[in-house]
């Protein structure tokens, strides 16, 4: 057990911690601290399970790391610079080199499957000639390939999530942040997915996998684990 | 400027035929249409009036004050025949006078006619006797020179130049072009009201969609102008259907009126409007007027939109 501890003024160290976290805490309105003294980095490269009992607050925390939540107190910085201290533009930025995967999918009804994995480059700016191929295939490669122009409504719990991953892999994220990513498919399309993750951070990517499946963190037993109870944090390497 | 030509661009342009990211139907979209609509109109009627009222004061003014008239008011014991001489030809020898025309006794007589009655002599009463002169198109002729001048020579003359009656028409004119403009202001405050109005609407029904744009990278500027392009095209088509529909009304009075007014009726018609129809600069703005709409409602919703974009995180 080595639980991150920082080390007083550190120095910022750019382009060492994808993300760090010193003495985080956080309360929604008024209520009690969900999340306390939180502190921890996740490295380049690295993959980690986020783990918990249900309400333990690991939504809270990717919420965090994603910039869609404001901390109540302590550090946050990604990518080497201070989330507190970053203008609108640096903050979409930033946001264009995570991608998610929400609990809840968060795809939007009105687009198609392909609209909805395309809609990170889209909002890029850029062309579609030029992403068009890589988005068929991605959804052939997550098994999709027939669900291509239907919208998200008609697709079933499994189908979603996939598409809600493959919206999260397209632009080839330096972190990758999934929540329960595995929740809603059998155990072996989980073990698949589980298996693509894997392959993304052999790739160079950093991944960040919250989840409470613990038969699958099982199955891969090298990975980091941080354990969130009561509000605390506790990081097993 | 480069938007809007960039969103010609898009709306004529059919090679990529992309989903809106702003679902249509969360945009109340036809009954903005229609209010947009009815406010351009209106906003166009008035602009309209504008310009057939200055147009009108403008034609009065112009025939009027084109001329002048001197009064010669008749004095016991002197010649007033002499005096109307005089006159006539102080003001033929002025520059910037043309065509100076004696009133004769008999003319004035004929004048009176209405009033007074035929066969009655009129010798012995002391009717005062008018000259008229033409401004001549070249100079202008210095009127209060010419004033003194013939108060000097002929002190019961009186010069008129109708300036007082021209003042009078054009303050009238101007008051009536004041509150119409007036009622343009209100009438376009309220429209930008009702965009602002629906611009929230949308927004709080697209709330998830805002964030979703968000989370995968969409900068506020793109998150703005998808919203922004759907509220110029509504704009757009309100604000062009208004304007048609003004100067479709403008047309068919000047068409109709004639009709309904013949005679003498059509005659005072005439007179006090000139023309009931519209000139060619005044459909030209109301086309502006139009335009106007549509461009306020893009910039009513894209600062709402931004300020509603920059207070999250
Ligand atoms: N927007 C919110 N406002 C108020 N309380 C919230 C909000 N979101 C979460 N909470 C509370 O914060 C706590 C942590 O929630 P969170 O969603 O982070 O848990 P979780 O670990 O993701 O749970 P699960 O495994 O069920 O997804 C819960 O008690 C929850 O009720
Ligand atoms: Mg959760």
């Known amino acids: 057990m080595a639980a991150f501890r920082s080390q007083g003024l550190a120095e910022p160290i750019s382009g060492v911690n994808l993300v760090r976290f010193e003495n985080v805490g956080v309360r929604y309105g008024s209520g009690n601290e969900i999340l306390r003294d939180i502190s921890f980095t996740i490295e380049p490269n690295s993959f980690q399970f986020l783990t918990g009992p249900s309400g333990a607050g690991k939504t809270t925390l990717l919420r965090l790391v994603l910039l869609s939540l404001k901390p109540t107190r302590g550090l946050i910085s990604l990518f080497g610079s201070n989330v507190a201290e970053l203008k609108k533009n640096e903050l979409t930025e930033l946001r264009r080199r995570i991608g998610v995967v929400f609990q809840d999918f968060r795809l939007l009804d009105h687009l198609t499957t392909y609209e909805n994995v395309a809609l990170p480059l889209r909002v890029q700016g850029k062309d579609e000639s030029s992403y068009r191929a890589e988005v068929q295939e991605l959804l052939q490669w997550v098994g999709l390939g027939h669900r291509i122009h239907v919208l998200p409504p008609t697709l079933s719990g499994g189908e979603k999530q996939r598409a809600a991953i493959a919206r999260a892999l397209i632009v080839r994220p330096e972190l990758l942040l999934a929540d329960e990513p595995t929740g809603n498919v059998d155990p072996s399309l989980a073990r698949r997915l589980l298996r693509l993750f894997v392959e993304l951070q052999k790739s160079g990517t950093s991944v960040l996998i919250a989840t409470h499946d613990l038969s699958l963190m099982d199955q891969f037993d090298y990975a980091r684990r941080m354990v969130l109870s009561d509000g605390r944090l506790i990081v097993y390497d | 400027m480069k938007s809007i030509i960039k969103f010609w661009e898009n709306l004529f342009s059919h090679k990529e035929q992309r989903a809106a990211l702003i679902p249509h139907n969360t945009v109340a979209g036809r009954s903005l249409v229609i209010v947009i609509a009815i406010m351009s109109f209106l906003a166009s009627l008035t602009m309209g009036a504008v310009f057939l009222i200055s147009e009108a004061a403008g034609n009065w003014s112009s025939s009027v004050s084109s001329e002048l008239t001197v009064q010669i008011r008749p004095v016991m014991g002197k010649d007033i025949d002499r005096d109307v001489q005089v006159v006539a030809n102080l003001l033929t020898n002025y520059q910037g006078l043309t065509d100076v025309r004696i009133i004769s006794k008999k003319e004035s007589e004929r004048l009176l006619e209405p009033w007074l009655g035929t066969g009655l002599s009129l010798n012995d009463l002391p009717i005062p006797r008018l000259v008229l002169a033409k401004f001549s198109k070249q100079t202008k002729p210095n009127l209060a020179a010419l004033k ?37 202001v209100l009438v376009l405050t309220a429209m930008v009201l009702a965009v602002s109005f629906v611009t929230n609407g949308t927004m709080s029904s697209n709330s998830e969609v805002i964030n979703v744009l968000h989370f995968v990278g969409a900068k506020n500027a793109f998150i703005a102008k998808e919203f922004q392009s759907h509220f110029l095209g509504l704009g757009l088509r309100g604000g062009l259907m208004g304007g048609a529909f003004a100067a479709i009304a403008f047309l068919s009075s000047s068409q109709i009126f004639p009709l309904l007014s013949d005679g003498a009726s059509g005659d005072q018609v005439n007179a006090l409007f000139g023309s009931t129809s519209l000139s060619l600069s005044g459909y030209i703005s109301i086309g502006m007027v139009s335009v106007l709409a549509a461009l306020l409602t893009a910039l009513a919703s894209r600062l709402i939109l931004m300020r509603h974009l920059k207070s999250l995180w």
């Open chain 2, 148 to 184: 003194k001048n013939l108060e000097e020579k002929i002190p019961q003359a009186s010069l008129d130049d109708h300036a007082h009656w021209i003042g009078r028409l054009v303050a009238m004119a101007r008051t009536v072009v004041v509150g119409a403009i007036i009622i343009l």
